[in-house]
């Protein structure tokens, strides 16, 4: 794996992250609201160092399935998710990639009648974007490549890696290895 993203450097971009937002919500009341499962470390380190009275929820939202790289139709599950009418809400999400996913989820969010929503991702991936819409929050701008950790994952696995890292095709074909013989 290449690392993209050193713990510090994602330690940095979560501080700049939660500056700007707190400044942008200035102490009031904030419901954070989290997309299962990959904003989940992002959403945790957020959390802990935001100094604004807040409410923390999560929804699952999900285009993907297993070991494909390629959207198929969106599911969104908010069972799980807070009560937002007449609150200021925060969209928590891994990854801005062609923007669907977050773009339609917060379009159903909407729908809830939050007093106002905004959104914050961790990474948004250059020339990838299919949506005119950009994220009020972005920690990091990465390139056009297949990324795990740090709550990022390939078939449900690396999401604990502290750091981020592109996923080479020599890594793809040993992961798959060792899961099919972990499956004898």
């Known amino acids: 794996m290449k690392t993209l993203l050193s713990k510090e450097d994602l330690y940095d971009g ?25 904003s989940v470390v992002l959403m945790a380190d957020l959390i802990r160092v935001i100094n604004l009275p807040m409410r923390v929820g999560v929804l699952q939202a999900s285009s993907y399935r297993g070991a494909t790289t390629t959207r198929g139709e969106l599911v969104i599950n908010s069972e799980l998710m807070l009560d937002i009418s007449g609150r200021d809400v925060l969209l928590v999400d891994d990854i801005f990639d ?9 379009e159903k969010m909407h729908d809830l009648g939050p007093k106002s929503i905004r ?44 750091f981020l890292a592109a996923l080479e095709e ?15």
């Open 14 to 38: 979560v501080m700049r992250m939660a500056d700007a937002i707190e400044a942008c919500y200035q102490d009031r009341q904030l419901t954070i609201v989290g997309v299962l499962t990959g």
């Open 98 to 106: 062609t923007g669907h996913t977050l773009v339609r989820t917060l």
């Open 119 to 162: 959104s914050a991702v961790l990474l948004r991936k250059n020339g990838r974007q299919e949506i005119d819409y950009t994220p009020d929050f972005i920690g990091f701008d990465i390139p056009d490549e297949f990324v795990v950790g740090y709550g990022l994952d390939f078939e449900d696995m690396y999401r604990n890696l502290p």
């Open 170 to 184: 020599a890594d793809i074909t040993r992961h798959k290895q060792v899961t099919a013989k972990s499956q004898m």
